[in-house]
Nanobody, 122 residues
Framework: QLQASGGGLVQAGASLRLSCLVADYAFANYIMGWFRQAQGKEREFVAAITWRNGRKYYADSVKGRFAISRDAAQSTVYLQMNDLNPDDTAVYYC?????????????????WGQGTQVTVSS
């Protein structure tokens, strides 16, 4: 249903772009979000975008480094991650929020992708 890709092993300071193919959904009113979960830690909000008007939201920890975008023609949401550091190491998940609110609350997202691993070495 959701296919996240683009993770990998990189050195600190490098960039990665994650992709999430959002197929088979009438997502005109949805919020698409990226969350991450580091080993031994709770899942945390990273970024979100409203599909209708492209409004964007970011966690403070990634502001200025990460950028979320969407491509309606490709049915894909992207997370461009720049200036990565070891604290960004986690499994990254994309998710669909059909409630249209609580963009940073994982419980508002009903559909989740399988996750893609991002590892940043120092």
């Amino acid at each position: 249903q959701l296919q996240a890709s683009g993770g990998g092993l990189v050195q600190a300071g490098a960039s990665l772009r994650l992709s999430c193919l959002v197929a088979d959904y009438a997502f005109a009113n949805y919020i698409m979000g990226w969350f991450r979960q580091a080993q031994g830690k709770e899942r945390e909000f990273v970024a979100a975008i409203t599909w209708r008007n492209g409004r964007k939201y970011y966690a403070d920890s990634v502001k200025g480094r990460f950028a979320i975008s969407r491509d309606a023609a490709q049915s894909t949401v992207y997370l461009q991650m720049n200036d990565l550091n070891p604290d960004d190491t986690a499994v990254y998940y994309c998710a669909v929020n059909s409630r249209g609110e609580l963009y940073d609350a994982s419980e508002a997202y009903a559909i989740w992708g399988q996750g893609t691993q991002v590892t940043v070495s120092s």
